[in-house]
């Protein structure tokens, strides 16, 4: 009963940034962990960064210093920065939210329906 809408991806050079945002909507209590997800074609998704409902982090090494994740709770949006964008950073990027407390890297019950990321070299 979550609805989440994305908005944000594009077609960037290498260096540039974009940020990606995701807004819940629905019947829901409480939105808990927000998060974005990626996947490159033929590989699997991969966590690239998850926050708690009270603003812990977590990130893939490989955005570790180049991404940053924020949620606005009053607004129920979760945003991801992407600053030096690099070309393997190319991928759908999927937003994912989780109405139950649930431990940060379990993957939420929610989907955003993706948004694509390329990044050009």
């Known amino acids: 009963q979550v609805q989440l809408v994305e908005s944000g991806g594009g077609l960037v050079q290498a260096g540039e940034s974009l940020r990606l945002s995701c807004a819940a909507s629905g019947s829901f209590f409480s939105i808990n962990n927000m998060g974005w997800y990626r996947q490159a074609p033929g590989k699997q998704r991969e966590l690239v960064a998850v926050?708690?409902?009270?603003?812990?982090?977590n990130y893939a090494d490989s955005v570790k210093g180049r991404f940053t994740i924020s949620r606005d709770n009053a607004k129920n949006t979760v945003y991801l920065q992407m600053n030096s964008l690099k070309a393997e950073d190319t991928a759908v990027y999927y937003c994912?939210?989780?109405?139950?407390?649930?431990?940060?890297?379990?993957?939420?019950?929610?989907w955003g329906q993706g948004t694509q990321v390329t990044v050009s070299s």
């Open positions: 926050i708690t409902k009270g603003g812990i982090t």
């Open positions: 994912n939210v989780d109405d139950e407390n649930r431990r940060w890297n379990i993957v939420g019950r929610y």
